[in-house]
C-alpha cells in the first residue's frame, strides 16, 4: 500500500543551526500536510500546501510542495530548544482520509 | 481551528479490561477519526466515526476490539476492549475541515 518516507529519521542539531527534512511519496498527492508532535501530545499542523511548487511559511519554518507531486520539504531556520518533536507529514488517500509518515526525530543541543 | 478535547490524557490499566475514550469538539464537524500511534511509530487511522450510521473500520480493525459511538456532531467515544499489552498505544481523535486534519491531545494508554 501507499507509505511516505521521511528523512532523516532522527537527527541532532546544535542550537541555530538551519534543519531540512523530507517526505517521498510511491504515488501523487494533491495535498501535503506537515506536523510537530511534542511528547505526551497530539500532533499540530504547521503548515498545509495544496498546489506543485508551493512554498509556504510559517515563522522560521518553510515549507515546499514538490513538483513532482510525490514530495515535499520542510526546513526550519535557526532552531531554537522548543523545535525538538517528532515531525510527520502527510498527505491524503481518499475523502477525509490521510496516511502519515513514518517522522523525524529532531534534537537540539543547546 | 476546531478545539478538541480528549479524555482521559492517560491511563493504566489492566490485561482484559476495556476503556472509553472520550472526545468533544468546540464545534459541529462532519467528520471525526481515530488514529493510534504505537510506541515509537507513526499515526495509523483506526476508524471513521460517522454522526448517525455505524463506524467504518480500516483494515486491521474491528468493531469488537474498537466500538465507536457518534451519538452527534460534537462527540465521540472510542473504546479498547479486552485490552491486553499490545493496545499500549497513544490514542488520537481528529477531525477534518476538509482540508486539513486536526488532532485532540491524545489518550495515553498503558496495558499491564
Known amino acids: 500500500g501507499q507509505q511516505l518516507n521521511q528523512s532523516p529519521q532522527s537527527m541532532f542539531i546544535q542550537e541555530g543551526e538551519d534543519v531540512s527534512m523530507n517526505c517521498t511519496s510511491s504515488?501523487?498527492?494533491?495535498?501535503w500536510l506537515w506536523y510537530k508532535q511534542d511528547p505526551g501530545e497530539g500532533p499540530v499542523l504547521l503548515i498545509a500546501?495544496?498546489?506543485?511548487?508551493e512554498l509556504t511559511s510559517n515563522g522560521r519554518l518553510t515549507a515546499q510542495f514538490g513538483i513532482t507531486r510525490k514530495d515535499s520539504f520542510l526546513n526550519i531556520s535557526a532552531s531554537i530548544p522548543s523545535d525538538v518533536g517528532i515531525y510527520f507529514c502527510?498527505?491524503?488517500?481518499?475523502?477525509?482520509?490521510?496516511?502519515f509518515g513514518t517522522g523525524t526525530r529532531l534534537k537540539v543541543l543547546a | 481551528s476546531a478545539v478538541i478535547s480528549q479524555k482521559p490524557s492517560r491511563d493504566i490499566c489492566q490485561r482484559g479490561t476495556s476503556l472509553t475514550i472520550q472526545c468533544q469538539v468546540d464545534?459541529?464537524?462532519?467528520?471525526m477519526f481515530w488514529y493510534r500511534q504505537q510506541p515509537g511509530q507513526s499515526l495509523t487511522l483506526i476508524a471513521t466515526?460517522?454522526?448517525?450510521?455505524?463506524?467504518?473500520?480500516e483494515s486491521g480493525f474491528v468493531i469488537d476490539k474498537f466500538p465507536i459511538s457518534r451519538p452527534n456532531l460534537t462527540f465521540s467515544t472510542l473504546t479498547v476492549s479486552n485490552m491486553s499489552p499490545e493496545d499500549s498505544s497513544i490514542y488520537l481523535c481528529?477531525?477534518?475541515?476538509?482540508?486539513?486534519?486536526?488532532f485532540g491531545s491524545g489518550t495515553q494508554l498503558s496495558v499491564l
Open positions: 481528529s477531525v477534518s475541515d476538509g482540508e486539513k486534519l486536526f
Open positions: 504515488s501523487i498527492f494533491n495535498t
Open positions: 502527510a498527505g491524503p488517500v481518499g475523502t477525509y482520509k490521510y496516511i
Open positions: 466515526a460517522n454522526q448517525g450510521s455505524e463506524a467504518t473500520y
Open positions: 500546501l495544496y498546489k506543485a511548487g
Open positions: 464545534s459541529q464537524v462532519t467528520m
